[in-house]
């Protein structure tokens, strides 16, 4: 008998399949959990300052009294009752005028992230994102046979002028745009924040041009010092599909983020999201309902910005103190990075073996877009004392210092 | 300006959007909830059954001392302590070789189905399936433009004549068939189980036509009497990828379940997966992991099956004395469901809304596929007490004698 198709097993990979590849940031984390290195690669929040032996008794108390709910199937768009606390939260964030009804549970803003491509990305279709921008992002849209394309940023977040000249070379290229997807508020990994006067630009932009912003801000409520920059969300109801997050300012081991989808796509997205997990997970939910009802979760907040502040500004010292000349950095207003640059040639991704041998590990930033951020690299400080930051920096210098030198 | 593309938002949807279709179950799903109704709708386990109390000590001990892991971010493939559990429990579904670095844990087996859809389907591409089938799995395949074609089954399950046939027809129209996706023991609707003899058949005709085998087991310890029947898998570890869930055997709401990925597939599975949720939930893991390690997991399965036993023994006296002429059902030996079939030329979904006024819910047999089923439905007797599985049959039976007297 013929077959239907000849060859091994895996010619029945599809064609996005070749589109999912191994990413170079993989390797980074692995290696961060060995002992005796000091981790400034993991974007991961300082959980030794949640009350811990409350939030257990919490979970007791929601699994013996009301485990047949927490334990069981629930709705795919996630329970009324976090859908409301989430419209609070972006209330927080700068939204005001959030509809629990548009609101969707995923399993991480991830989820969301995938669920977005998935509903508005055929293959060929063009994604813009930041330059550089989160890896994880990057895997998803890969991964749906997108073409990612960049947009240039400075120390003001995009450039509303080269989004303007990117998006009339892809239309003169008759290239199809559906999504700008961009993280206004301290970049991951670049630390930068979107400019106040440039956000209704960029949403006039993608409005004009029909473009769909896809705007995620897991580090929205995570400015160290005045209010929140208001999202692009709250000024423009339609053209941006909102992601946020409870990994950045609660518990990301629970994996519930949201979107805040428009009106005239909400059935949709939510049916797919749907058709990808059936529904988020119930305790999970019900947990951090309770979290937000019963814990002074905004004064959690308010105690994470002070303590990355500090954080912060002990890498900015020791990164004054330690590091070589031609390396130079931004300093964020917020949220869990700061962002290196070395002269150009340096590629920091070889890099990484030789701050392991040395006892530090930080993201080479190759794996943030490419081959045009080779010569940079995310350090992060969110999850590391302040002595470990000084440590680490200290450990990272002469790393650099003799790759400039051999230049 | 001229913009990139015309007309309202929704034009930005994907050509696989339009793929995305509201399912006839979820109205069910959300009627079943009204007071005073009886659901035989919702497949859901009867969590009564579990020690809640203990259950959430644990989960507070989980919180109270390992809540830095618990609620953090963790490995995209799932913790090694219940990868190496997950292996264990296989073992007692009859797959002996598993090896734990070949298992991928998701957000519920649904979203393992999701990445085997996006790994392996490219729209055109054709899906085998039961006929009928999981809604869920049709909801899945459906989403990524993938032609999914019913194979008949019989009180056997599969028919593997009409499998050939199918393939046969397939390969001389130029289709490109991907996978057989199949719930062999205790099919959700059909509660039919394939025959011994016919397994082996089933895989040596995928494996001569190249089609992999995507094996759905949720039900297969929940065998009646007896040792459970030995999956697909068991016979061979390379044409079949195979799915896991604790959702019916512990507690759908914290969204565990499993890939067991052939050596060959599960780089670019595992690597799918992590792209959609970058990992499993921690806690939940967690938990998963303290039930099967510190409770007597065996035991309660143990009982479930003589519960659900007693149940589906209670619903098929309750049919036998209350059903009209001319309806039919099968007799499981395990899982949750019974399937009924009316007279041709019946539709059970216009009767759904009578069964509602007379106070029961049933699955309508469309929701499984298509039109070919609209005499039959789906009754689930696992998450109800035998009181109430005897109303619900007496208030049915009434319903579906007047719509036979009609015809």
Partial sequence: MTSLMDGP???LFSARAANIKQSA?????????????ISLAGGNPYLQSLPLEKLGATAAAIIAEQGLEALQYGGGQGTLELREQICQVMAAEGILDADPD????????????????KVFCDPGDVVLVEDPTYVGALNTFEAYQVEVIPVAVD??????????????????????????????????????????????????????????????????????????LAPLR????????????????????????????????????????????????????????????????????AHYRSLYRERCETML?????????????????????????????????PLL?????????????????????????RLAFSAVNSESIREGVRRLAPVLAKAISAR
Same sequence: chains 1, 2.
């Fill in 25 to 37: 940031v993989r390797d980074v984390f692995e290696i961060s959990m060995r002992p005796g290195l």
């Fill in 102 to 117: 548009n609101v969707v549970i995923t399993a991480g803003s991830q989820s969301a992230q995938d669920v977005a491509a």
């Fill in 353 to 377: 073996h030789e701050g392991i041998e040395a006892g530090v590990v930080f993201v080479p930033g190759a794996a943030f877009t490419g081959a045009e951020h080779s010569n940079s690299l």
């Fill in 317 to 349: 010292e020791a990164l004054d103190e330690h590091m070589p000349a031609g390396v130079s950095w931004n300093r964020p207003s917020g949220g869990f990075f700061i962002w290196l640059t070395l002269p150009e040639g340096i590629d920091t991704y």
């Fill in 234 to 301: 709250a000024r423009d109801s339609e053209q941006v599909l909102y992601l946020g997050s409870f990994s950045k300012i609660f518990a990301p081991g629970l994996r519930i983020g949201w979107a805040l989808v428009p009106t005239a796509l909400k059935q949709r997205f939510y049916l797919a999201s749907e058709a990808v997990t059936l529904c988020p997970p119930s305790f999970n939910q019900m947990l951090v309902s309770a979290y937000l009802r019963d814990y002074d979760w905004l004064g959690q907040v």
């Fill in 155 to 228: 120390g003001d977040g995009l450039v509303p002028e080269a989004l303007r000249a990117q998006l009339a070379r892809l239309r003169a290229a008759g290239k199809r745009v559906k999504l700008l997807y961009t993280i206004p508020n301290f970049n991951n990994p670049s630390g930068a924040m979107l400019a106040e006067d440039r956000r209704q630009v960029v949403i006039d932009i993608c409005r004009e041009e029909h473009v769909l912003i896809l705007e995620d801000n897991p580090y929205g409520l995570l400015k160290f010092d005045g209010e929140p």
């Fill in 9 to 11: 097993l895996t010619d």
